[in-house]
């Protein structure tokens, strides 16, 4: 298998109530799995995270979401095993480089079995620490204001640094915090 180096040591965390997950770069195989992730959303999540009512996504965006290149676009995911030992995704976090700049935009979904454990939180801290690697210093993002979740994520991890009602939509940036 050829190893890529993507600047993410993958590793295991222990979210609250000590469920384990495996954080690691998304890969370009995992893209049955994100398919099987968004079957496992409520309406609620998925419209939170694509701002549509998918039921499925275009075999065209999933493989777009699965493939990239490790420096403009990265994606985590969080992964568990099902019992039968299949891998499961349970959680994503991504960031796509406007060109040529050090903003990107971030998008975070989490299966809603997994919500409210911390996982959310736990995948956009990595995520800011491997986009401040690879020179990313604002991260932006676009929340629903019906969005609590998100916007209360948000707020208690300091990261709402600026947000602006845009045509119904909360347009968010925020610096991310230096390297230890
Ligand atoms: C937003 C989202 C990623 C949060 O994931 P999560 O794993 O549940 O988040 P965490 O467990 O790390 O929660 C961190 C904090 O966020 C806030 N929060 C999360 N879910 C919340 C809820 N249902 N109600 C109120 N606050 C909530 C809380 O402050 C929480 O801390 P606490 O549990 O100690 O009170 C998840 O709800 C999700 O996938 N939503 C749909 C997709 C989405 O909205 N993405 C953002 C736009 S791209």
């Known amino acids: 298998m050829m190893v890529v180096s993507t600047g993410f040591e993958p590793r295991t ?7 384990k997950v495996h954080l690691r770069p998304i ?4 893209e049955p799995l994100l398919h099987e992730a968004v079957a496992a959303m409520s309406e609620r999540t998925v419209y939170f995270r694509f701002f549509s009512p998918i039921k499925r996504m275009s075999d065209a965006l999933a493989h777009r979401l699965a493939v990239v290149d490790y ?7 969080a992964t568990t095993h099902r019992p039968n030992g299949k891998e499961r995704i349970v959680g994503v976090a991504r960031y796509d480089r406007a060109r040529g700049t050090d903003v990107a935009e971030v998008a975070v979904a989490v299966i809603d079995e997994f919500q409210r454990r911390g996982l959310g939180s736990a995948l956009l801290a990595e995520l800011a620490r491997v986009g401040r690697s690879h020179g990313i210093k604002t991260f932006s993002l676009i929340v629903l204001p019906e969005n609590r979740e998100m916007l209360d994520l948000l707020r208690k991890m300091g990261w709402i640094h ?6 119904g939509v909360y347009e968010i940036s925020f610096e991310l915090p230096e390297p230890a």
Do not use: H, P, S
């Open 13 to 19: 965390v222990e979210l609250r109530e000590g469920t």
């Open 27 to 30: 890969v370009a195989a995992d």
């Open 71 to 77: 420096n403009d676009r990265f994606a985590i995911v």
């Open 162 to 167: 600026q947000a602006k009602l845009v045509g």
